[in-house]
């Protein structure tokens, strides 16, 4: 099977840098991908590393270690918008098609 | 383009009762999956397509049917409902190759069963 799994809750201020960690254990493993999900609304996709390193994407930066299964989600300059829900999730190649297996989620919230 | 469309938005049905979820997406993707998300949980897959007329089981696809005639519309069926598929129901789509493997999640259909 596979699993993965992230801190359930983290709080920052507006403004700071906060950083979300994700650890994995999982069979075929093609990469790490990140999802934002506002109350009430649906996931959008973040980012995805396939090769170890950092990824950056405005804000937002990803990295992963494959030899440490081990990922993070790095969120500069916060703001309080990004109080959200944020999963890590692996993708499964399977006959054409990506299946999806999403950790329980981190809810961050940014306070003033 | 509308993206990944869904309807209802939401829907109360009583046990046994039963229902098809509607799921459709203009962006001509070969793949799409449904995906259920229980409160303080992460999304875990029911069923998924990987084009018309090929469809296979997820995580947990035990209480759902699915099918896929066309390459836009991927409905859901649930069979006979029961308080346990209370959830919120999201179906998503994507490219069969990248090198992101994005999925573009739809607005979810949240379903309470009593």
């Known amino acids: 099977g596979q699993s993965l799994e992230q801190p359930s809750e983290v709080t920052a201020v507006e403004g700071a840098i906060v950083q979300i960690n994700c650890t994995y254990q999982t069979s075929g493993f093609y990469g790490l991908s990140w999802y934002q999900q506002h109350d009430g609304g649906a996931p959008t996709f973040l980012s995805y590393n396939g090769l170890d390193g950092l990824e950056e994407t405005g804000r937002f930066s990803s990295f992963l270690s494959r030899s440490d299964s081990y990922g993070y989600l790095l969120l500069q300059e916060l703001q309080m918008k990004d109080s959200a829900s944020y999963f890590c999730?692996?993708?499964?190649?399977?006959?054409?098609?990506?299946?999806?297996?999403f950790g329980t989620g981190t809810q961050l919230k940014v306070e003033l | 383009n509308a993206g990944v469309t869904q309807t209802p938005k939401f829907q109360v049905l009583k046990t046994g009762q039963s229902m098809t979820l509607q799921c459709a997406q203009d962006m001509n993707h070969e793949y799409m999956s449904w995906y259920r998300q229980d409160p303080g949980m992460g999304l875990r897959l029911i069923h998924y397509s990987v084009g018309a007329g090929i469809t296979d089981q997820g995580e947990v696809p035990n209480g759902y049917n699915v099918s896929r005639s066309t390459t836009e519309d991927f409905p859901l069926r649930l069979l006979s409902a029961a308080p346990s598929q209370t959830s919120v129901y999201f179906c998503?789509?994507?490219?069969?190759?990248?090198?992101?493997?994005?999925?573009?999640f739809g607005p979810g259909t949240r379903l309470t069963v009593t």
């Open positions: 999730a692996v993708p499964k190649l399977t006959g054409g098609g990506n299946k999806l297996t």
């Open positions: 998503a789509s994507s490219w069969t190759s990248g090198s992101s493997y994005e999925q573009y």
